[in-house]
């Protein structure tokens, strides 16, 4: 079955960086669009970022462009979010996602806290 | 971007009720738009897609439905496991954007 796994959250000073890590199994990653999406706690939903099954094509939420990257290595069927110039607005919990028109299967989410 | 509006933020109801939960696209998206159902401290989960389309596995209570700007989510007969929080999102034009969710509480 389907299986996407967040790991990397934690708390991190503002200005500071942190790596997102998603391990997904069960379906043929590659070919498989991906997008991170956070959700401040008590909060509503907003994408972040999404990256083809290639790596060719990315696009980024105006809130992280610049400050967040995402890629893949589909040799590990792994997704990442490296995020740098944190701010107390990124605080929230950041989910991976198998996204193209929908988005059908979500990991169960890591927490980032950033905090002084 | 595409703004979702989701009318009501919070409603109550009580087991068997029929629930009607709405969204509004600021602008024309065709029939994508998609609803998803987030119980307390679990990922969303995908309950229509295509605006009237059942994901496989989700009970038949659920149903979508509109098309253009205004769209609808149905459950027919609620049920204990249903009270979760509920949002529509547009799929018509990057970013992909939600409503702010509506969460359906115990009456």
């Known amino acids: 079955q389907v299986q996407l796994v967040e790991s990397g959250g934690g708390l991190v000073k503002p200005g500071g960086s942190l790596r997102l890590s998603c391990a997904a199994s069960?379906?043929?990653?590659?070919?498989?669009?991906m997008s991170w999406i956070r959700q401040v706690a008590g909060k509503g939903l907003e994408w972040v970022a999404h990256i083809s099954g290639s790596g060719n094509s990315i696009l980024y939420a105006d809130s992280v462009k610049g400050r967040f990257t995402i890629s893949r290595d589909n040799a590990k069927n792994s997704l990442y979010l490296q995020m740098k110039s944190l701010r107390a607005g990124d605080t929230a919990v950041y989910y991976c996602?198998?996204?193209?028109?929908?988005?059908?299967?979500w990991g169960q989410g890591t927490l980032v806290t950033v905090s002084s | 971007d595409i703004q979702m509006t989701q009318s009501r933020s919070s409603l109550s109801a009580s087991v068997g009720d029929r629930v009607t939960i709405t969204c509004r696209a600021s602008?024309?998206?065709?029939?994508?738009l998609n609803w998803y159902q987030q119980q307390p401290g679990r990922a969303p989960k995908l309950l229509i897609y295509g605006a009237s389309s059942l994901q496989d596995g989700v009970p038949s209570r659920f149903s979508g439905s509109g098309s253009g700007t205004d769209f609808t989510l149905t459950i027919s007969s609620l049920q204990p496991e249903d009270f979760a929080t509920y949002y529509c999102q547009q799929s018509y034009s990057l970013p992909q954007t939600f409503g702010q969710g509506t969460k359906v509480e115990i009456k």
């Open positions: 602008q024309s998206i065709s029939s994508y």
């Open positions: 996602a198998r996204s193209s028109r929908t988005f059908d299967y």
């Open positions: 069960g379906f043929t990653f590659s070919d498989s669009y």
